[in-house]
């Protein structure tokens, strides 16, 4: 990953491959200020996600789209599951979703592709994502009693937490 314009090197502390999600630590890079879990979930709330699609076709600025849930679960009622209206590409697995005080809802994982199909994108369910961090001893927080924020003030914070990662092979 660049992180400061430089490359940092990641190292992966532990993988879950049926919920798609890992754990990466880097020696070089402290994140003071990490992102909270939200104590609520709710279908119809509105939410955002954060990251980098297709960072080789478009700007490497960190992008932002909004959307709802729309479902508490995903498909063929996987209960590990949001489904979730707002666009999910290449470059966007493994960002936040958020709703509208910044707290983490989700983590981006997938979408549908068709003709028949607009709008069926998913991520991990928070609950799913705090028990996983909690097995592996990772330190984290849920926040309630937060007040909404303006979007402009969360996507600066996701600037400071969120980055885009390059899987390279080693020689």
Known sequence: MFYAGKPRELKIIARDDELDLAILKSGS?????????????????????????????????????????????????????????AAIQPGNSGGPVV????????VAVSGLKGKMVENINFAIKKDHVMAYLSRKRVPFEAASNVD???????????????FPIYCLKKN
């Not at 609520?40 to 789209?65: H, M, R």
């Not at 709703?99 to 989700?106: A, E, S, T």
């Not at 909404?148 to 969120?162: G, H, L, S, T, W």
């Open 99 to 106: 709703d509208d005080k910044g707290l983490v809802i989700g």
């Open 148 to 162: 909404r924020q303006p979007i402009p003030e969360i996507v600066e914070k996701m600037k400071k937490a969120v």
């Open 29 to 85: 890079i402290k994140i003071i200020d990490y992102l909270w879990f939200s104590s609520t979930l709710a279908t119809g709330q509105d939410i955002y996600t954060f990251g980098y699609p297709l960072l080789d076709e478009l700007s490497k600025e960190i992008k932002v789209t909004n959307g709802i849930v729309s479902s508490l679960a995903g498909l063929k009622n996987d209960p590990s599951r949001i489904q979730i209206t």
